[in-house]
C-alpha cells in the first residue's frame, strides 16, 4: 500500500466534522475553477444562470456586472435583510475582488455584517485585505501575518464579540491549499515520503479523449513527475493550518456553549489532478478528479458517522443553508436543492439524479510562442508544451448518478462536436471513452437531457433527470457563455 494512503492531513476536521456527521461520497461542482464555482456556492446557480466563466473581469468575476445582478441575491445577503443573520465572512471571496474597475477594496459585498477579504487571488504572506471596506496590508512575520492563522483569529474573535441576540452565520474561505503552497514554518517538513497518487489513470495517455488531453506527453518527464509530488506535498501541509483552524473554531464554539446548535459545513471550491493522463497539476477538466470535492457536515439532528451516497452540488449549499434558517427556496431564484432532509434523515426521499457540469475555456486565438508546434488557443502551458486549457476546452457533461446508472456524459463545442461518455461503475478511473460503443438510443437520451439542463433556470433545473425523445441537434446545447447577462431563528451556521 503507497504511503498517501496512511496519512492525511485533515485528521482533526474529519474527526470533528465527519465522524459528527454526514460525509457525502457525490458532491461535485458545476465548474472545476475558483470563481464560476464559488459563484455557484454564493448564488446556488449553475455557470449559465450567473454568467461567471473564468476567474478574469471579462469573465465577470467580481466584476460590476456580478455586483450590481448577483450580489443582492445571494445566500448570505438573503440571510441577512430577510432572516435577521450576523453575517461574517473571512478569506478569499473572488479571484478578481479588490480589483480598482470593479470597486476596489472599499466594495463590500450586500450582506455581509463584517467583511475579511483579500484582495485578489490566494497568498499567504504579503497580501492585502478589506476590512468592512478599508485596507490593511500584512508582510512576512509569520506569527503576525501568516493568512490561515490571521482568518482563524478574526473568526474566533467575531464568536466571542458577536451579538448573542440575533443568530449567526460564517463563512471562513482560506486560500490554502492553493498556490503558492506556503506551509507555516512548523510543517514545513511534514509528509516528506508521501508522493502524489499512483491510480490508474496516473501517468497514461488520455486515449479517446478530447484533443487537449492527448496532447500532454505520456511517459511524463522525471522533472515533471517531481515537481508534481513536491506540489501534492506542499498542498497537504499547507493544510495542516487548515485543519488547525477547523479544531480551533470547534473548540470555541464549544467553550461557547454553541456547538450543539450549530451547523458546521467543509467543503471546497474544486477538484485537483497531479499527473492524471500525464496532466501536470492544475483543474479544468471533466474528470472525477476535478469536478468532485469534498463535503462534511455537522450540526443539530444529524447522525454521526454517517456517509450519504446521494448526489449533491455547491449549488445546493445556499438552499439547504436558508431552509435551515426557515426561508423557502421558492422565494428565489436558485438552481440547486435543500439537502437538509437528507441530513436529518428523511426516509422515501425523491431526489436528483443527475447534475450539470459546464465549463468555457480559456485562451486567446493565437500561437503560444514558446509552444509553436501547438495549435492557436491553448494556455496554462508547461515548459515542456503541456497545456492544461484551450479557448475551445469548452464542454457541458451530465454526471447522472441513480440506483441504476453512474454515468458522465460530455460534448465539447468545438469542431468535432467530440463527446466522452463513461460508465463509472465498470470504469471509475474514466479510462475508457464509450461514446462510439454506447446504445445509440441511450447516447441520444443523455444529450437531450444535457440540453434541458444547459438551457435550465430555477425550479427547471431540480426536473428529475428522464430522457423523453428528441432530434439531435449538439449545436443548440452551447449558448453565448460570454456575455453578461424576517423570520428569526437560533440555529447558527458556519
Known sequence: MNIYLLQTPLKKTKALIGEMGMTFSSAYVPSALCCPSRASILTGKYPHNHHVVNNTLEGNCSSKSWQKIQEPNTFPAILRSMCGYQTFFAGKYLN???APDAGGLGHVPLGWSYWYALEKNSKYYNYTLSI??????????????????VLANVSLDFLDYKSNSEPFFMMISTPAPHSPWTAAPQYQNAFQNVFAPRNKNFNIHGTNKHWLIRQAKTPMTNSSIQFLDNAFRKRWQTLLSVDDLVEKLVKRLEF?????????FYTSDNGYHTGQFSLPIDKRQLYEFDIKVPLLVRGPGIKPNQ???????????GPTILDIAGYSLNKTQMDGMSFLPILKGASNLTWRSD????????????TDPTCPSLSPGVSQCFPDCVCEDAYNNTYACVRTMSERWNLQYCEFDDQEVFVEVYNLTADPHQLNNIAKSIDPELLGKMNYR???LQSCSGPTCRTPGVFPGYRFDPRLMFSN????????FSKHLL
Open 132 to 149: 468592512n471596506g478599508k485596507a490593511r496590508k500584512h508582510g512576512e512575520n509569520y506569527s503576525v501575518d501568516y493568512l490561515t492563522d
Open 96 to 98: 478578481e475582488y479588490g
Open 307 to 317: 456517509t450519504s451516497k446521494m448526489l449533491v452540488a455547491n449549488i445546493d449549499l
Open 355 to 366: 447534475v450539470l457540469v459546464e465549463y468555457q475555456g480559456e485562451g486567446r486565438n493565437v
Open 256 to 264: 461557547n456553549g454553541e456547538l450543539n446548535n450549530t451547523y458546521i
Open 481 to 488: 457563455h460570454g456575455s453578461v447577462r424576517t423570520r428569526r
Open 450 to 452: 444535457l440540453m434541458m
